[in-house]
Every structure is written in structure tokens, then in C-alpha cells.
């Protein structure tokens, strides 16, 4: 499985009746992220779509790479999977050891921060989650050059730039 298109048929099955946080079909959400990611290549296209994939399926990483699928998507999947017993400020701060990793886990956040998708959230889900992906944000675009979050938030959250001219600004 080395073509996009052949991993986002994969995530449309593997991710086939599941839904997100505000009731879209979870495809469409890893699809926003892997969109993000075209800046970067194919291989972080492709771990874009199946960021989630251990996370929320059956699949395994090592299943994941008898597909065929480059060693790379596979470890970068990894490293932005959720671990049972690992809370998320520590993994986030496990996420910035890889670069690839962190401009996925960047595209995510800022998918997951689109404003049209948190209005639709009950009010206090969407302050604690704005909150919590805020507090990722620092950590993340701290290790991220302002470059690299710019193209890909210019993607999938363009509302993030104001955030990321504030944080330019601060550092300046």
C-alpha cells in the first residue's frame, strides 16, 4: 500500500460507521488532516489518514506494515496514537521528538480547533477541549518551524493564523 489513494480507501473501511465528536463520518475528519499535510509528501499524507487508525480500530501497527505501507507512516502513526496510562500533556510531549509526527499531530489539533466543528459542541465540552488543544498548541508550535504550521493551518484552520501572528509576535 503505497499510494494515497490506496490508504484513504483503507481509512474509509477501516474507519467505516464511526463517527467524531459532533457526528460527521470520522473519514472526513482524518481526510482534513491528511489534506493539511499535502505540503509535506505523500508518506505524511498518508499517516494524516490513519492517524487514528490504531487508536480507534482493530488494526495493529505491525499489521499496519504487512500491508506494505512505508516503515515511516507506520511510526508516525504510532507516535501520535493515544496509550492507555499515558495522560495527554505527557504524550503530546513525547509527540515533538519527531518532527513528522508533530506536524501530524499540529494538522489534527488544528482540525479538531476549526471553529465551525467547536460551535457545534455543548458549551462546556468546547471550552475544556479549546482549552486542552490551546495548551498542545504551545508545546507543539514551539517544536514545529512557524513556516510548517503556517501552510498547514492556512489548510485546515485558517482561523489559527491570528494565534500563530500573536505567537510570532511574542517571541519577536
Known sequence: MNAVSDVDAF???????????????????????????????????????????????????????????PHRVVSVVEAVTNQQGVPYEEKIRKIIHSSDATLVKIADNAHNSHPDRAAQLPEEKRVRLAAKYRSARDVLWAAADDRDIEAIVSIVNPSLLAELRERQAATE
Open 11 to 69: 481509512a474509509a473501511t477501516a474507519h467505516a460507521g464511526q463517527v467524531d465528536k459532533i457526528g460527521v463520518p470520522y473519514i472526513e475528519h482524518v481526510r482534513a488532516v491528511a489534506a493539511a499535510l499535502a505540503p509535506f509528501g505523500d508518506e505524511l499524507v498518508m499517516a494524516g489518514l490513519l492517524h487514528d487508525v490504531i487508536e480507534d480500530t482493530d488494526w495493529t501497527a505491525a499489521q499496519l506494515l504487512a500491508t506494505g505501507l
